[in-house]
């Protein structure tokens, strides 16, 4: 058994899929195949079930996927212990969000107050929720950034302190509705539910993933029998801003980057709060870089008022 066996695994995990886990890895898929046939023989098991649809973990694959998420938890956390920031003095932050404006104005911010002299490297990867959670736990990620709602927060809050990951909350919005700027809505001062029903419906690709995953708060009553899903923000910009969709997020924009071509507005009724904050393992060593994107994340939170996408 190797560290890259176990990493092999825990990607197909993700994808549910060997070819796609190979592209992601890139490596061949009858070398990652093979890798996969070695551990089940090693420890004399069947860790995946292969069907012509993709495959799915036996119940001693689950034990075996769990056992591989923690040993590389503490081989990612003996590296963050000994990172080599502490050695040749160069500034690291890795980081895995959800698509929110206000933690790209964190990040512009936080470049921008670094000294021409300093070496470093700097990592930023939007992506669906469970790669956020996931990145954290095997350490490719020093910080995530992710919302809970009322309806998820039991299963989310649960589900992190299984993997030792903490949560720390930076502020709680009401939800916004995000239209472009020349939607037949966009004059309104707030919208209900009953205004956007003919309006297709945008949201963030979550994969496989259950509901409980999802960017976009659950909203009661919203029809969804037109629904666009998209993988990136540049996506779902351009679909605001030239057709009559929407979608629903927390209000922060940015104006150098929407350029008064997104609109929000406030949604009527009694729904779910979108509760943002920011995550790592539990006992983790903060370091100076990621205690300054913390600071600038709440600071540019207050100065957007809303948030965001």
Known sequence: MTLQQLRYLVEISKCQSITIAAQRLYI????????????EKEFDITILERTR??????????????????ILEQVNGLHNYFNQ??????LTLT????????????????????KKSTDYTIVFNECRTSQVIDDVLLGQSQLGIIYLSRGTNKFMKRLLAQKGIEFTPLRQFPPCVYLGHNHP????????????????????YQGNDSYQYAEEVSVHGLQDNRTLVVS?????????SCTDAFTIGCGCLLPDITKNRILSIPLEGAFD???????????SNMTPAMMEYVELLEKSIDFLSHPSF
Do not use: C
Not at 28 to 39: G, M, R
Not at 189 to 204: F, N, R, V
Not at 232 to 240: K, N
């Open 28 to 39: 061949a898929q009858p070398s990652l195949s093979k890798s996969i046939k070695d551990l």
């Open 53 to 70: 649809h993709g495959v799915s973990f036996t119940v001693e694959g689950l034990e075996f996927l769990d056992y591989a998420h923690r």
């Open 85 to 90: 920031e502490s050695i040749n003095n160069r």
């Open 95 to 114: 980081v895995s969000a959800q698509h929110y404006m206000f933690s790209i104005d964190a990040l512009t911010k936080f470049v921008n107050r670094l």
């Open 185 to 204: 809505l966009k004059d309104a001062k707030s919208l209900t539910i009953e205004d956007l029903q003919e309006y297709p419906y945008i949201k963030y």
């Open 232 to 240: 990136d923000r540049s996506t779902i910009l351009r679909l605001l």
């Open 273 to 283: 709060l979108i509760n943002i904050g920011w995550i790592r393992l539990k006992n």
